[in-house]
């Protein structure tokens, strides 16, 4: 467990609100070994105006003056798929939030990421759990500003088999091309993939747990909760819904409750079957093991995570 | 007792020689022809190692030359695994026949025309010669009863990240069988890789001696010095869980999938997409190997290769099928 003593590390989260970037939003607000910097939105789960304007709310709602910067409208080279069955209409439906006190950013979030790499004294971490459309668009814009990213603790990718097709987990399927970039950029990368996110199973007594607590932001959570447990029992039979996004913070958070193992990944862009597969060697033969591929946690420290993090917040 | 009526088309290769004797030892299955396909080595050491290790084991099967190249894709080749004559340097009898004058693809159709709704294939190196087969005689589809290949991963590969030997040696091929219809056992990387035999369970083997014994473990001896190079200290037997399956269906839990092949990706070519969660709500065409009792699988694999010593069992090269 990180101490006060210890800076928090700063980052740039990324992302496109949808329930689960929603819930790592609030784990790294509600985290003292986090500091978030700014706020990047990606189209994805739902179109650009949806998710920017979503984690407008959910920042306002936590009390949060960091800036927003709305980011690409489409994936670098294809068109936008979204997700509508999981995350509804809105692409955050469930709870009820009341409109953002701020406005966004007036900076995209590829000038708003370089503007903050630039102006912080130490390197910075990105933490995208959404297309990796901006990140892509980052590196090739400002390649000078490489040096100033510690890390990418990203959401997206599986070494097993996909979750929107069978190759494919849904984040590299939006934007292969970008995908491939930002793996193959040499940065250090965390990839909380479908290999430990399906084992972040968290049930309806989870759920409980947290509307047990009876705060603002709890109940907000319990019920984004609600909503997307739904799409999970209908589709799948995991035993459970995954939390996705919030392992990519949580791995920043405290590293121990998770295993990872070394690679090497492309990204496959081309095969018809398979485009947005991360193709994973753990042998290192195809390329630099700059990938650390998380591929286990420990379930009970996860969910303590998020119940200590929530009872944090009012 | 009723026999399994079984054609194996095979590249032997260390690992496709030991699923061939001990095919041959069982009283159960009827193989009723042999296929020789390029893969692991060249078509013409395939076609021979499989006339060698027929002879060996006493049998008179028939053995019919297939496809030496890839359908399509460039060929691949895995030398550095079994040796460039296929079977690791290890001295065969010389054959004691010759092959068929047929080609593989045509003695599959009269096999099957001969069996129809009995045959079963052991597809246990590139799909070369099946997918001829089921292209160029569609009847042959519906007389095919099962294929049961060793190919392919539901997880990671082996000769690259992605893709497993056999398919990766013709995923044209690989794709055409699995959209044939003909009903699909796959044993995979998934279970085959964990079909391991180390060095002192390779000692225990060797120890009972014997005329099939000590060749194949002398072939052994090179496969597990090739699987450490690759930074193993375990071989794995692929090809023959294939065999030891059909004698045994209780080594192997199998799951019933859809399963594509990826021809034409840049890192994925060659991989088999299995889709385990039903993303797409395709009936399944394959059951695939998903868990397997490996200790139970090294008995009856040497149960087997000891059988060729049992008194009495000395096979006549001319007790044909």
Request: glycine share 14%; hydrophobic share 40%; net charge positive.
């Given at each position: 467990m990180a101490s006060a003593l210890l800076k928090p590390i700063p980052v740039i989260m990324d992302c496109d609100p949808g329930h689960d970037d929603a819930i790592a939003l609030v784990l790294a607000h509600a985290s003292p070994e986090i500091e978030i910097l700014a706020v990047t939105t990606s189209a994805g789960n739902q179109t650009i105006d949806k998710t920017t304007l979503n984690a407008r709310k959910v920042l306002s709602f936590l009390g949060s003056d960091v800036p927003v910067a709305r980011g690409a409208s489409k994936p670098l080279f294809r068109e936008l798929i979204i997700a509508p069955q999981v995350h509804g209409e809105s692409g955050l439906d469930g709870p009820t939030l009341p409109e953002p006190r701020l406005p966004e950013s007036l900076l995209s979030a590829v000038e708003l990421a370089a503007k903050t790499l630039r102006e912080s004294d130490r390197q910075v971490t990105l933490v995208p759990t959404g297309a990796l459309t901006n990140v892509a668009a980052l590196l090739l814009a400002y390649p000078e500003l490489k040096h100033k990213i510690e890390r990418i603790s990203l959401m997206g990718g599986s070494a097993v088999g996909g979750n929107w097709t069978p190759a494919a987990e849904f984040n590299i399927l939006v934007d292969p091309e970008a995908a491939h970039l930002v793996f193959n950029s040499g940065i250090p990368v965390t990839m909380c993939g479908l290999d430990v996110t399906h084992q972040a199973l968290v049930t309806r007594a989870d759920t409980e747990r947290f509307r047990a607590i009876g705060k603002r932001c709890s109940t907000m959570v319990a019920e984004l909760m609600d909503f997307f447990v739904k799409f999970h029992e209908a589709n799948f039979n995991f035993g459970g819904s995954p939390l996705h996004d919030p392992c990519a913070v949580a791995w920043l958070i405290d590293p121990t409750i998770f295993t990872a193992r070394k690679a090497h990944v492309d990204v496959e862009?081309?095969?018809?079957?398979?485009?947005?597969?991360?193709?994973?060697?753990?042998?290192g033969k195809s390329g630099p093991m700059n990938v650390d591929v998380v591929t286990g946690l420990d379930l009970k420290r996860f969910i303590d995570m998020l119940d200590g993090a929530l009872r944090r917040l009012d | 007792m009723k026999k399994r009526t079984i054609l194996i088309d095979c590249d032997p290769g260390i690992d496709d020689a030991i699923a061939l004797l001990m095919a041959l030892a069982a009283p159960k299955l009827d193989v009723i022809g042999i296929t020789s396909v390029g893969g692991n080595v060249g078509l013409e050491a395939t076609t021979r190692n499989a006339l060698s290790l027929a002879t060996l084991a006493g049998k008179h099967v028939p053995v019919a030359r297939g496809m030496d190249l890839a359908l399509i894709a460039e060929t691949k080749r895995a030398e550095s695994v079994h040796g460039t004559d296929g079977l690791g340097g290890v001295r065969l009898p010389e054959p004691a026949y010759a092959a068929e004058k047929a080609t593989a693809w045509e003695f599959i159709r009269d096999r099957a025309a001969e069996f129809p709704g009995e045959l079963e294939i052991v597809a246990i190196g590139p799909l070369s010669n099946l997918a001829m087969a089921l292209s160029a005689y569609p009847e042959t589809r519906r007389r095919i009863k099962a294929i049961h290949l060793m190919g392919g991963s539901a997880g990671v590969g082996n000769a690259t990240p992605a893709a497993e030997f056999n398919i990766l040696a013709d995923p044209h091929a690989a794709a055409a069988v699995f959209q044939s219809g003909v009903p699909i056992t796959m044993f995979g990387l998934d279970v085959t890789n964990r079909a391991t035999l180390s060095s002192a369970g390779l000692e225990t083997i060797r120890a009972f001696g014997g005329r099939v014994i000590a060749p194949a473990c002398a072939m052994l001896d090179h496969y597990l010095a090739a699987y450490r190079r690759f930074g193993r200290d375990t071989l794995a037997l692929h090809d023959p869980l294939v065999v030891a399956w059909l004698l045994d269906p209780s080594l192997v839990t199998l799951q019933p999938y859809f399963v594509e092949v990826e021809t034409d990706g840049r890192y994925t070519t060659g991989k088999t997409v299995v889709d385990l969660h039903g993303i797409l709500k395709r009936s399944a065409n394959a059951m695939v190997g998903v868990e397997l009792d490996a200790e139970r699988f090294i008995a009856l694999m040497t149960k087997l290769l000891r059988s060729y010593d049992e008194s009495g069992s000395a096979k006549d090269p001319g007790a044909g099928r």
């Open positions: 862009c081309r095969g018809r079957l398979t485009v947005g597969a991360t193709v994973v060697d753990f042998s | -």
